[in-house]
């Protein structure tokens, strides 16, 4: 079963830092671009980042560009975002996700972690 | 910035048919994707490159892009399908989602 599981979401202060993982199972994690997208309370998608499957192309909304970074570890099937300089703004839960393909569609997603950026 | 529009909330009667929207310069030119996603759950994909339904997606549910506007057509909507629905394109290396549709079934 294709699977992936986010964690590292927590309450962290602004102007803090964070590391999210998103652990892939149940397919050749390599082989796959990854993404990053996003959710406010009650609000829209939103994407992140995107990163190829050797994690030498990599993209970013303009909103997070300069302070966030996207990576992947694939001896360790394994995604990360890592969250510098963080807003209130960027308070969401965070989901990781599978480029179908290599195609530009999700699928599938991960159950998303929740990040909070207060004081 | 690339921007899609989607209206806020389309209502539907069990049995009949929704179509919710997604509106974007030349987003014809460009494939489109759908996600249903219910409360408290992640989204699923439920159509993909404009109008490729995935395994396991019911056929009711049907894409369609064209000019500036991209088409989820859900035929015979049943009470399940009752969630928000976004769609998704991409402007060069970077994703777009539209701001989401709830659907609703009464």
């Known amino acids: 079963e294709v699977q992936l599981v986010e964690s590292g979401g927590a309450l962290v202060q602004p102007g803090g830092s964070l590391r999210l993982s998103c652990a892939a199972s149940?397919?050749?994690?390599?082989?796959?671009?990854m993404h990053w997208v996003r959710q406010a309370p009650g609000r829209g998608l939103v994407w992140v980042s995107r990163i190829n499957s050797d994690g030498y192309s990599i993209s970013y909304a303009d909103s997070v560009k300069g302070r966030f970074t996207i990576s992947r570890d694939n001896a360790k099937n394994t995604l990360y975002l890592q969250m510098n300089s963080l807003r209130a703004e960027d308070t969401a839960v965070y989901y990781c996700a599978r480029d179908a393909y290599n195609s530009g569609w999700f699928d599938p997603w991960g159950q998303g972690t929740l990040v909070t950026v207060s004081s | 910035s690339y921007e899609l529009t989607q209206p806020p909330s389309v209502s539907v009667s069990p049995g009949q048919t929704a179509s919710i929207t997604c509106s974007g310069d030349k987003l014809g030119d460009k494939y489109a994707s759908w996600y249903q996603q219910k409360p408290g759950q992640s989204p699923v994909v439920v159509i993909y490159q404009s109008f490729k339904r995935p395994s396991g997606i019911p056929e009711r549910f049907s894409g369609s892009n064209s000019g500036n506007t991209a088409t989820l057509t859900i035929s015979g909507t049943q009470a399940m399908d009752e969630a928000d629905y976004y769609c998704q394109a991409w402007d060069s290396s970077t994703g777009v989602f539209g701001g989401g549709t709830k659907l609703t079934v009464l």
């Open positions: 149940g397919f050749t994690f390599s082989s796959y671009w």
